[in-house]
């Protein structure tokens, strides 16, 4: 509705507040967003696995652009190093939560459960720091997944539906990034000598075995895929 510059064709004065959430909105979008709709912004945190959210900026406080707030009460967020040791303030690790909102674990597998959570501490994948006000800024992914319109696309799924092509001798899958959708899916393609298929023809096999979201966007020809 902002972009294509349709808002004020709509009545948004019972618009109070707005929070997003998904992927990090980038944070020159957020005062361009906040005038369009006369509203606060309140970009917040969260995953399945916390049922599912775990930190916000708060509505009686300071909201940091690029931040997505602060632990809700009764949940505790730390940044940590590989080793599972709490880092400084304002240095970059891994997010981890811990809470009456974290599961339990995944239903009937325990290795996948062990790899997540650990002392009771849920290990999410993602990478930040926090400021000496609690303010969490997310950096990056610490795991390969990449979040598209605020799915989450696990890459080894699409490979494995890529490299059944007849045409595809091997693949590699990554987040390329958007504006609109945070990230967007980028196969890139190694083609068997015998086979030529063309980008399109990739696209819509992808389709026929995966969730639009997970198709590729953007396919790229290589003549080898580094390790």
């Known amino acids: 509705m902002i972009f294509s510059g349709k808002a004020s064709k709509y009545d948004l004065s019972s618009l109070k507040i707005r929070v997003t959430g998904g992927a ?11 005038q369009k709709l006369g509203v606060r912004i309140y970009e917040g945190y969260g995953l399945t696995e916390a049922s599912p959210v775990s930190s916000l900026n708060r509505f009686d406080a300071v909201a940091k652009p690029g931040s997505i707030g ?29 809470g009456d909102n974290v599961m339990q674990g995944y239903y009937k597998d325990k290795a996948a459960t062990n790899a997540v959570i650990k002392d009771g501490w849920l290990y999410t994948g993602d990478l930040g720091r926090m400021d000496d006000e609690n303010y969490i800024f997310l950096t990056g992914l610490k795991k390969r997944m990449i979040i598209t319109s605020g799915f989450n696309v696990y890459p080894q799924e699409v490979e494995t539906v890529l490299n059944l092509h007849p045409g595809v001798r091997e693949s590699r899958v990554s987040g ?9 899916v980028k196969a890139e393609v190694v083609l068997k000598y015998e086979h030529c298929p063309d980008d399109k023809e990739i696209i819509r096999y992808c389709k ?20």
């Open 70 to 98: 602060t632990p809700l009460p009764g949940i505790d967020i730390k940044i940590v190093d590989d080793t599972g040791r709490e880092l400084p303030r304002n240095e970059t690790g891994e997010v981890i939560v811990r």
């Open 176 to 184: 390329k990034k958007d504006l609109m959708r945070g990230e967007v």
């Open 24 to 34: 990090p909105m980038p944070a020159d979008f957020i005062p361009v967003f906040e």
């Open 208 to 227: 026929i075995y995966l969730s639009n979201y997970k198709v590729p966007r953007e396919v790229e020809f290589v003549q080898t895929i580094p390790d």
